[in-house]
């Protein structure tokens, strides 16, 4: 056998090879596909229901999701908009997409987001044809990145039942910790406006002193992560003010967005 007929079978045997891989991996991908899109949804569904309260264990997480309903807002006129399908909505996309989306300023850009979306989806829970909870998707630059999340609200449209990360770049140990459930069990209870409509919750530095008025208003700090508490503080303030869910949050006190 000569030196040709040698290489000629490697090189056979190593394109062989190859696209035997090829095919393998592109199947693979294709398989877990679908599967990779259902976790995804399954987990965004918990985290929806985990920031109102409504995750049980023992029970099946689409199953109890069935009694969200979720709706597109206009951001600007806090109305809800039935034009756009909520399956061909994307945040990402809509956000920067300059004819979907809005630039910000250093003024009221206090979450640095540079663009801010004109719509979002939020999440209404139902108890009985009575209004629960309002579930607010929310996010701001941390230390490292954005901080994703849901913020969940009474019916009252002032007082938290819960804060929810599902996607941050926080340093464990430090600003990792808004996912301690120790730290976000803090959240219940807490209210968002003061007197005069104000957005006033926060993240202070510390400890909240409870004998203190405005201990309503506040939440412990995370240790050695200012920077993280002062990212959390700033997304609220931007996600409840005007350029947020503000206008939304006064049509639903006047009943003029949702048909409860």
């Not at 190859?18 to 599967?35: G, Y």
């Not at 209210?191 to 405005?214: L, Q, W």
Request: glycine content about 8%; some cysteine; proline content about 3%.
């Amino acid at each position: 056998m000569n030196n040709n007929d040698t290489i000629r079978k490697t090189l056979i045997v190593a394109v062989s090879l190859c696209l035997v891989c090829s095919a393998l991996i592109s199947f693979s991908a294709v398989e877990l596909r679908d599967l990779q899109e259902a976790n995804k949804t399954l987990d965004k569904q918990s985290k929806i229901l985990s920031a109102a309260g409504l995750l049980e264990e023992d029970k099946d997480v689409s199953v109890i999701f069935n009694s969200i309903q979720p709706r597109i807002v206009n951001l600007k006129t806090g109305l809800f908009d039935p034009s756009i399908n909520l399956e061909d909505y994307d945040e990402s996309s809509f956000a920067r997409n300059p004819e979907t989306s809005i630039e910000l300023n250093s003024e009221n850009d206090l979450a640095l987001l540079k663009r801010r979306e004109n719509f979002q989806t939020i999440y209404l829970h139902y108890d009985e044809d009575k209004l629960n909870a309002i579930i607010l998707p929310v996010r701001g630059y941390g230390l490292w990145g954005t901080m994703k999340g849901y913020l969940a609200i009474e019916s009252d449209l002032k007082t938290i039942i819960g804060l929810e990360f599902f996607d941050d770049k926080e340093t464990p140990g430090l600003g990792g910790e808004i996912n301690n459930p120790r730290w976000k069990a803090i959240w219940k209870g807490k209210e968002i406006y003061s007197d005069s409509g104000e957005v006033v919750i926060s993240v202070i530095k510390g400890s909240v002193d409870k004998t203190n008025d405005e201990s309503i208003y506040q939440v412990d700090g995370l240790s050695g992560a200012t920077i993280t508490s002062n990212g959390v503080t700033n997304l609220l303030s931007f996600w409840l003010g005007d350029m947020g869910y503000g206008p939304l949050i006064q049509n639903l006190k006047l009943k003029e967005s949702i048909d409860v």
